[in-house]
């Protein structure tokens, strides 16, 4: 039996699609990994065993720096958080929690504002943008190359709320891939789910990870943040942390809050703040209950 280093690109069902040295292999994993309620995820580095005679399995999987367990990602640099112009609108409450989840995982955000050719996003854009966020504005034409330039040898993710343009994007960067692409429901004002599974697709010494469209209600599975932490998500905060009134303080309505003075100053994005405040809310009634 020989032994084999790979990640796990594609995972469908119980069958984790890993490419090694020798090409892609269909491995199963150890009944090991259950017994611990470990799940391998697309993303991870994993350890091989195969031989002629038996199914590849998963012997072991190497220690993750990260891992999102909705989409199941493992190791991810960077996430690329795709946002409609309109048609799904955009909601800056569900972008800043996205956001303040990956920040806490350690994991770079940049955000790509789709359909831009239909509607003007200037004015949104910019509060990601002086947060420190790259951002990048595509519609039919443009847009592409710069996303693929900037994703080159990391390992990102693609993610978004359905009917976003997300897959139709996907196509562009990698052409090959026909994607099938949705249509928006005028009706549930969000777009049908194209894309059903995790999937990874190699760039320039780095991948792009293709993940099924979510939900508004799905963003409760991405993860969650102690409240005392949730201020150290929003990057913009920072330079004032250590000069409130109080050493505790949560910036909400304390006196004597440099964040909120900032806040008041115009020096932070009223919406940004209004979001953490309501994350901060939400997740004090949650640890108040469980």
């Known amino acids: 039996m020989k032994t084999l280093e790979g990640k796990i690109i594609r995972a469908v069902g119980g069958i984790y699609y890993t490419e090694t040295a020798e090409g892609v292999l269909a491995c199963r994993a150890r009944g090991i ?6 799940s391998p995820a697309a993303g991870d580095n994993v350890t091989v065993s195969a031989d002629d005679n038996a199914e590849p399995q998963i ?3 190497a220690e993750r720096k990260n891992l999102l367990i909705r989409p199941p990602l493992a190791n991810l640099d960077l996430v690329l958080l795709v946002v409609s112009s309109c048609e799904p609108a955009p909601n ?12 806490s995982k350690d994991i770079e955000t940049a955000l790509i ?10 004015e949104l854009a910019h509060i990601y943008e002086k947060a ?6 595509t519609d039919p034409e443009r847009g592409a190359d710069d996303i693929r330039a900037y994703a080159e040898g990391k390992t990102a993710a693609m993610i978004g709320n359905s009917g976003v343009g997300k897959s139709s994007l996907m196509n562009r960067i990698f052409p090959e891939l026909n994607t099938e692409t949705g249509e928006i429901s005028k009706k549930l004002g969000r777009g049908r789910h194209t894309t059903r599974e995790v999937r ?11 993940t099924p469209g ?12 102690p409240k005392e932490e949730l201020a150290g998500c929003f990057t913009e905060f920072t330079p004032y942390f250590g000069k409130c009134r109080f050493a505790d303080c949560a910036h909400l309505k304390e006196s004597g809050c440099a964040v909120t003075e900032a806040v008041n100053a115009g020096l932070i994005a009223r919406s940004r703040y209004d979001s953490y405040a309501r994350i901060w809310a939400e997740t004090a009634e949650l640890e108040k209950k469980y």
């Open 113 to 122: 504002f789709t359909k831009t050719d239909m509607r003007e996003v200037g």
């Open 214 to 225: 979510f939900s508004t209600v799905d963003i409760e599975r991405y993860g969650r943040i």
């Open 59 to 61: 012997e072991s999987i």
């Open 92 to 103: 800056a409450y569900i972008i800043d929690k996205l956001i303040s989840i990956f920040e």
């Open 200 to 210: 990874m697709y190699p760039l320039h010494g780095g991948y792009i990870a293709d």
């Open 33 to 38: 990994f259950r017994n611990r309620s470990v």
């Open 132 to 137: 420190g966020y790259r951002c990048f504005f």
